[in-house]
T-cell receptor, first 113, second 120 residues
Framework: AQSVTQLGSHVSVSEGALVLLRCNYSSSVPPYLFWYVQYPNQGLQLLLKYTTGATLVKGINGFEAEFKKSETSFHLTKPSAHMSDAAEYFCAVGGTGRRALTFGSGTRLQVQP | EAGVTQFPSHSVIEKGQTVTLRCDPISGHDNLYWYRRVMGKEIKFLLHFVKESKQDESGMPNNRFLAERTGGTYSTLKVQPAELEDSGVYFC??????????????????FGPGTRLTVL
């Protein structure tokens, strides 16, 4: 069985500040890990993913995440927030192949000017 | 190339009525998934098609929900009769074919914009 916990349903940062969105997972098998973003009135867009190899993965729009097996975490970071980063972010865990994803409850990021 | 599309974008119906949601996956994608997000909760898996066959329907909440994928192209999800707790956003996703076993066979899921269903 797999599960995902996202700490903080709402996060507010100032423009230019560090963005840190937390994700912890539980998985009985080596996981695939994902971050998706949903902008208003749009579908889910893949930000980045970890499947194997390097534990620090870089995604689009300057985001990155680090897989820490010992902490069962996959936190999402961005050094400097931009107004356009305001959206809802979802962490997800998947198994092998084409199995369905298990999502966290989402974190809404607000960026203050 | 067109992405995953869903119709309608919004639907407002009364309790007891029937609603049919449609998903058109990316052309050539064998895998089609339905997910649902109830207000403020996590996005939950409903079911997974491989071509026209149901691979996994363990997430379907009850027998008021019926999903089909005739011909292995688009899919419909019918809710009959709708209840208040069915309100939420229904997402569809698709991915290319691939095996279930082996870490090398991961296929990215591409999501549609969702259908927001409101049952009054």
């Amino acid at each position: 069985a797999q599960s995902v916990t996202q700490l903080g349903s709402h996060v507010s940062v100032s423009e230019g500040a560090l963005v840190l969105l937390r994700c912890n997972y539980s998985s009985s098998v080596p996981p695939y890990l994902f971050w998706y973003v949903q902008y208003p009135n749009q579908g889910l867009q893949l930000l980045l993913k970890y499947t194997t190899g390097a534990t620090l993965v870089k995604g689009i729009n300057g985001f990155e995440a680090e897989f820490k097996k010992s902490e069962t975490s996959f936190h999402l970071t961005k050094p400097s927030a931009h107004m356009s980063d305001a959206a809802e972010y979802f962490c997800a865990v998947g198994g092998t192949g084409r199995r369905a994803l298990t999502f966290g409850s989402g974190t809404r990021l607000q960026v203050q000017p | 190339e067109a992405g995953v599309t869903q119709f309608p974008s919004h639907s407002v119906i009364e309790k007891g009525q029937t609603v049919t949601l449609r998903c058109d996956p990316i052309s050539g994608h064998d895998n089609l998934y339905w997910y649902r997000r109830v207000m403020g909760k996590e996005i939950k898996f409903l079911l997974h098609f491989v071509k026209e066959s149901k691979q996994d329907e363990s997430g379907m909440p009850n027998n008021r929900f019926l999903a089909e994928r005739t011909g292995g192209t688009y899919s419909t999800l019918k809710v009959q009769p709708a209840e208040l707790e069915d309100s939420g956003v229904y997402f569809c996703a698709s991915s290319q074919g691939g095996g279930l076993a082996g870490r090398s066979s991961y296929n990215e899921q591409f999501f549609g914009p969702g259908t927001r269903l409101t049952v009054l």
